[in-house]
């Protein structure tokens, strides 16, 4: 009867590195994925559940305060007013009373289409 020899130790030791080796580069390539997107992402959540990114300029201040409310109440959302301009992150689909803060004071009215991720409001 032939007996066969046992497989030399390194070839189970070069498995074993193979096998370490694919784990880690798919553990790497996961935690890659979710880095690249978290840090290189430009997400900036419009778009998300019918928010819109509505930015404008406003000629009547320069520094200052922009309030939005809608109509119902339920959403107050305020920006700083900064060289005449502002930006703000606002459910789409509604309507809001817009009130501007200087040393006065200013009142709009304005409607944020929905399905738009940006709108321009100038006032």
């Not at 520094?63 to 305020?78: A, S």
């Amino acid at each position: 009867m032939t007996q066969q020899a046992p497989a030399p130790k390194s070839s189970n030791k070069n498995g074993r590195i193979v096998v370490a080796l694919l784990i880690g580069l798919v553990v790497g390539l996961g935690i890659g994925i979710v880095i690249g997107d978290v840090v290189l992402s430009t997400h900036s959540g419009a778009g998300t559940n019918n928010q819109v990114q509505v930015s404008g300029t406003i000629s009547e201040a320069q520094t200052g305060t922009i309030e939005f409310d809608n109509q119902n109440g339920t959403i107050h959302t305020t920006g700083q007013i900064t060289n005449g301009e502002y930006s703000v992150l606002l459910v789409g689909g509604q309507s809001y009373s817009v009130e501007i803060y200087d040393i006065r004071y200013w009142y709009y009215s304005i409607y944020v289409p929905l399905g738009v991720s940006t709108f321009t409001a100038n006032f």
